[in-house]
């Protein structure tokens, strides 16, 4: 049985001051909750302060990013290390916003895959097919392609902890969310896949979270689906009513 991962993703959202606000409510609401993984992505700025606020409480630190060197002159970058030094635990990796417009590629999500394994945190590597691709019969070969390129190098071993999201471009911020069926159908590609280049045992535990206009209305159906491990939610994350929502109705029996 995998356990469930929900993960807000605060996007370039949230002051310092913001970010505690909200945390706050959400470590109080969710102190109960033992079943599931709970992590806040906040931006660089925050982690810090959301870290220490959430030391000791059931709500995990993430960040949205950082860059696979160590360190050195890379001038407005953030590694690894600096995220472990603030407790972070986990990292999203490779989201579409990242790929479009800052022209993320494949080879980067890869490398950058490598050093939040190796510095011991667990990589959230975004995966999903934009409106064209789908239209014209491409999802899983994009699937693929994200899948086998981002992990490309790695060991069964590599993958204990790691998370996929599968996120379809055209279901981010746009209301839209894939159907149930929809997400599934990709997850389980995803599944098997792993399962092809990894190992029936790995793939079996990897947790595959869907993203892309999660919202309390629909996460009950999606969360039903036998491969869908959880949810990476951008904008129902920013308030706290609805990540809260989202994360007991993920929790309910026969989910
Ligand atoms: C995201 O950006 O990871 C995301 C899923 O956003 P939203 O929930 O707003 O579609």
């Known amino acids: 049985m995998r356990r469930k991962?929900?993960?807000?993703?605060?996007?370039?959202?949230?002051?310092?001051?913001?970010?505690l606000e909200l945390v706050r409510k959400l470590s109080v609401e969710l102190k109960d909750v033992?079943?599931?993984?709970?992590?806040?992505?906040?931006?660089?700025?925050?982690?810090?302060?959301?870290?220490?606020?959430?030391?000791?409480?059931?709500?995990?630190?993430?960040?949205?990013?950082?860059?696979?060197?160590?360190?050195?002159?890379?001038?407005?970058?953030?590694s690894a290390a600096m995220l472990k030094d603030v407790h972070c635990e986990y990292v999203i990796i490779g989201h579409s916003e990242r790929r479009n417009i800052f022209k993320e590629t494949n080879s980067n999500v890869n490398k950058k895959v490598k050093a939040v394994i190796g510095r011991g945190l667990l990589p959230i590597v975004c995966v999903g097919e934009k409106e064209e691709e789908r239209k014209a019969n491409k999802t899983f070969d994009i699937i693929c392609a994200h899948i086998q390129r981002a992990l490309a190098g790695l060991s069964a071993d590599d993958l204990?902890?790691?998370?996929?999201?599968?996120?379809?471009?055209?279901?981010?911020?746009?209301?839209?969310?894939?159907?149930?069926?929809?997400?599934?159908?990709?997850?389980?590609?995803?599944?098997?896949?792993?399962?092809?280049?990894f190992g029936k045992e790995p793939a079996a535990g990897l947790r595959i979270q869907y993203?892309?206009?999660?919202?309390?209305?629909?996460?009950?159906?999606?969360?039903?689906?036998?491969?869908?491990?959880?949810?990476?939610v951008g904008g129902a994350s920013l308030k706290a009513d609805s990540f809260l929502q989202i994360v007991k109705l993920s929790l309910q029996p026969g989910s």
């Open 34 to 78: 033992k079943d599931a993984d709970i992590v806040v992505c906040p931006p660089f700025t925050a982690l810090y302060s959301v870290g220490q606020e959430i030391e000791g409480s059931n709500i995990k630190l993430g960040a949205q990013n950082l860059f696979w060197e160590e360190k050195g002159a890379f001038t407005g970058e953030i």
């Open 211 to 232: 993203g892309g206009s999660v919202t309390p209305q629909n996460i009950s159906s999606l969360i039903k689906e036998p491969d869908i491990d959880g949810a990476l």
């Open 160 to 197: 204990k902890g790691l998370i996929v999201a599968y996120e379809p471009v055209w279901a981010i911020g746009t209301g839209v969310n894939a159907t149930a069926q929809q997400a599934q159908e990709v997850h389980a590609f995803i599944r098997d896949l792993v399962a092809k280049n």
């Open 5 to 19: 991962i929900i993960a807000g993703n605060w996007k370039m959202n949230n002051t310092v001051t913001d970010s």
